[in-house]
């Protein structure tokens, strides 16, 4: 009985960390990447009836379109930064946490107590630095619950932090 040795079949896309590839072909990809991605949004919309070049100039000049709209972008772009630099780690160790909005939530929530309560005690530079630990701490907190659950049932990070989100913004309202 002869054994028949079956070919391995090669993946139809395959994705591989190249450490060899030049600075010029990386920022070529992300070029390409943002240009097909345009070019797909244009198609959805005039999929739809709209005319993208309208659409994608309303985007830009109620982003970037004078000092206000640039005040409003950096201000929400702030805390997504702060929260994308806060999670990067989770993400390098494979931990998924799907729950910055609830931790930003909370961290707010905390912060907010100091303001409402010792503004008119406390001087300008303690309250900001004291709003500032607070708002970490209760950012800290927020995501100490899910990550207990995780360490002693094996719970799962991803939906345990979405599910968060919505039990951090019940809170406010």
């Given at each position: ?18 450490d ?23 198609a959805?919309?005039?999929?739809l ?65 100091f ?15 004291v ?13 100490l ?29």
């Amino acid at each position: 009985m002869a054994l028949i040795k079956r070919e391995k079949k090669e993946p139809l896309l395959r994705m591989t960390k190249r450490d060899d590839m030049g600075i010029g072909k990386r920022w070529a990809i992300r070029i390409a990447s943002i240009f097909v991605a345009l070019l797909i949004g244009a198609a959805l919309f005039m999929s739809l009836g709209y005319r993208p070049f309208s659409i994608y100039g309303a985007m830009f000049k109620g982003s970037l379109g004078g000092k206000l709209a640039i005040q409003q972008t950096i201000k929400l772009a702030i805390p997504l930064l702060g929260a994308s630099l806060a999670i990067a780690p989770a993400f390098r160790m494979k931990f998924w946490n799907i729950g910055v909005e609830g931790q930003i939530t909370m961290g707010a929530i905390f912060s907010t107590f100091f303001a409402l309560y010792f503004h008119d005690v406390w001087s300008s530079w303690l309250l900001i630095l004291v709003m500032c630990i607070a708002g970490a701490v209760g950012g800290a907190l927020w995501g100490l619950i899910p990550a207990v659950f995780r360490a002693k049932w094996g719970t799962n990070e991803t939906l345990f932090t979405l599910m968060m989100n919505y039990i951090a913004i019940g809170v406010v309202k």
